[in-house]
């Protein structure tokens, strides 16, 4: 069953209810209709779940569009989406590259590669004249093209900055602006791939953070808006899974964190030294992945994204654990924000791996 906001209601509610029970055996006074209730709460909040889960509407010969398909969950969702029949436009920024050559290869017909960067204007209307021109309708689309951004704020140069809003934000704002008057026709979908950065910020990580707190509100706003005309958005927030992304890659954040500190002056190079800011950082971002158990298997981002294209009755968000482990660290720092205090956050986030890079003068 895909994990959802419903689930987790149902199963802490179940959880509760089962253990009030166990007390009446120890506390005769805990009332046994109470533990009763929260403990039929909550099944039936799974079993509800599970119905809504079921209730997919026929996918086969449904238009999609997606972005980013180039490499990652994109290229994943790509495959997944031709596998069950469903006709596909993989938006891709290089469309003769490899990931490009091994989608035209390893899939159906119905899938077509199409460049696509989602910065370029005239790219989107090429795409769009395309689908406009050859399909009856356009039934969805997922906007998953993104790029990462990982530094200091007085480090990270503004021009990684404003192509991380570009593309991560703006470039959403461009595809759905375009792409609207098909949806509304056809009374679809639209499926946002944000991160749970968007929900729980952290150090050295201020330009992805506020790009997918921007798609946060924007899928909101949206979703509020096209709500009158049938169409649903939904937005998708995984946790770690950069092993699958690889945008978080050790290999990726070398030569642009060296590129950054070998800009900055020389009272800020002290202020971050190269072995602490660059190669601790780095060290520490392999070990983060090894500790956090980060996932490889994009399965449980393409069930969501899946459930936010057919289900009859989708969820507004998908928070989408990055581990096999019981504890997911992303999604307990979610919740943790949510209740906690800031200054109790800022202590608890303070010691998070790779973050703790920089020592105290």
């Not at 209709?33 to 996918?59: H, I, K, N, Y």
């Not at 990580?205 to 909101?220: H, I, P, R, V």
């Not at 699958?244 to 290999?251: F, K, L, M, N, S």
Request: net charge neutral; hydrophobic share 40%.
């Amino acid at each position: 069953m895909l994990w959802t906001s419903t689930v987790a209601a149902g199963m802490i509610f179940f959880s509760v209810g089962v253990a009030f029970t166990v007390l009446t055996i120890y506390l005769p006074w805990v009332p046994l209709a109470t533990s009763t209730g929260l403990t039929m709460w909550g099944v039936c909040l799974l079993f509800t779940e599970c119905m809504r889960q079921r209730d997919r509407m026929p996918v086969t010969g449904r238009v999609v569009l997606v972005t980013g398909c180039d490499t990652g969950l994109g290229h994943e969702m790509a495959k997944c989406l031709d596998s069950l029949g469903v006709i596909v436009f993989a938006g891709c920024l290089d469309s003769a590259g490899k990931g490009a050559e091994t989608l035209r290869t390893t899939c159906s017909s119905n899938l077509h590669v199409v460049q696509l960067d989602v910065t370029n204007d005239e790219q989107i209307d090429e795409v769009f004249c395309m689908i406009k021109n050859n399909c009856k309708e356009l039934w969805g689309v997922v906007n998953n093209a993104g790029i990462g951004c990982w530094g200091a704020v007085e480090i990270v140069s503004m021009e990684w900055i404003q192509r991380t809003m570009d593309i991560n934000t703006y470039g959403v704002v461009r595809v759905c602006k375009k792409f609207l008057p098909l949806i509304r026709i056809s009374r679809g979908r639209i499926v946002n791939i944000s991160s749970v950065r968007g929900l729980s910020s952290r150090a050295l990580n201020s330009g992805y953070c506020m790009s997918k707190f921007a798609l946060e509100t924007l899928s909101d706003s949206l979703r509020r808006e096209m709500k009158r005309f049938g169409v649903h958005v939904s937005v998708v927030e995984p946790a770690n899974f950069s092993l699958a992304t690889e945008g978080g890659a050790p290999e990726k954040l070398d030569i642009p964190l060296r590129a950054d500190w070998d800009t900055i002056t020389g009272e800020l190079k002290s202020v971050y030294p190269r072995e602490e800011y660059v190669e601790q950082y780095l060290a520490n971002s392999i070990k983060n992945k090894e500790m956090c158990g980060a996932k490889k298997d994009t399965t449980p981002i393409n069930e969501a994204v899946l459930d936010g294209l057919f289900s009859r009755q989708p969820c507004c968000r998908y928070l989408i654990g990055g581990t096999d482990k019981i504890m997911d660290i992303g999604k307990v720092y979610v919740f943790l924000n949510w209740f906690l205090p800031c200054r109790t956050m800022d202590r608890i986030l303070e010691g998070d791996s790779p973050h703790r890079v920089i020592s105290k003068k």
